[in-house]
């Protein structure tokens, strides 16, 4: 990025140069409003339906003010996936590194992936399976995708070989795992905190259960949950 970009970027994000398209208020965060915009307009018109210019006058803003922020609607896009591509990604190595059982270990990503995707301001695989898939970007965000899935098949295979899990097909069992947190956005409460907070609970429960081997207690696994985030 030109060091005139960045300086244009920062006298945006300092209030200067944003005149706004409609009589919405100004908002403390203009990417969000920007990518709220973009994401009600693509459900509606599709991605490639929905112009700059829409999705500039829905966040409230003049055509070359989303500029400052976003330099193509595919830059956009782009970054409503690393939205929540990255976290996911940075938990997992997170939780590598940590001294836990695998059975914890999973619980704890699977409940962080179901409440962030419920929190996001939209629908994250919605848009991920509309994108265009010959975008190079697009793929790299498949490839990581695809890392996700690969670290709960390495945790289901390891806590296999420990004991701690039922010994199962790693590759089906953690596709159909990453497809339920993905899926639980379609009807968890989104706007309640609380609500998302219950919904990414139940959901790795019930995904953990599955998979538990019958000497292994769910109520261990909590109990060590709860004592690695005491120590957090």
Excluded at 110 to 122: E, T, W
Excluded at 130 to 141: E, N, Q, S, V
Excluded at 185 to 196: G, L, Q
Aim: overall charge positive; proline content about 3%; some cysteine.
């Amino acid at each position: 990025m030109s060091g005139t970009l960045e300086n244009a970027q920062a006298g945006v994000r300092s209030g200067a140069g944003r005149p706004r398209a409609s009589a919405l208020p100004p908002s403390d965060d203009a990417r969000r409003d920007i990518i709220e915009a973009a994401a009600r307009l693509f459900r509606a018109k599709g991605i490639a339906g929905a112009s700059v210019r829409e999705i500039a006058a829905e966040a409230g803003l003049q055509k070359a003010s989303l500029y400052y922020y976003f330099r193509s609607k595919e830059e956009i896009v782009h970054a409503m996936i690393e939205g929540v591509l990255a976290p996911a990604l940075a938990m997992q190595r997170r939780l590598g590194r940590a001294a836990l059982s695998e059975a914890a270990r999973l619980y704890l990503y699977l409940r962080f992936d179901v409440a962030q995707l419920c929190a996001a301001p939209y629908d994250c695989t919605w848009l991920i399976n509309h994108g265009d898939l010959d975008d190079p970007r697009m793929k790299a965000f498949w490839a990581d995708r695809n890392r996700l899935v690969t670290w709960i098949g390495a945790r289901l295979k390891r806590g296999g070989a420990v004991g701690e899990f039922l010994l199962c097909d790693k590759d089906v069992v953690a596709k159909a795992m990453i497809a339920a947190t993905e899926y639980s956005i379609t009807w968890a409460e989104r706007k309640d905190a609380a609500r998302i907070a219950a919904t990414a609970e139940e959901v790795a429960l019930l995904l953990v259960r599955g998979v538990l081997a019958p000497r292994m207690s769910l109520e261990a696994v909590r109990r060590e949950v709860a004592d690695f985030e005491g120590q957090a």
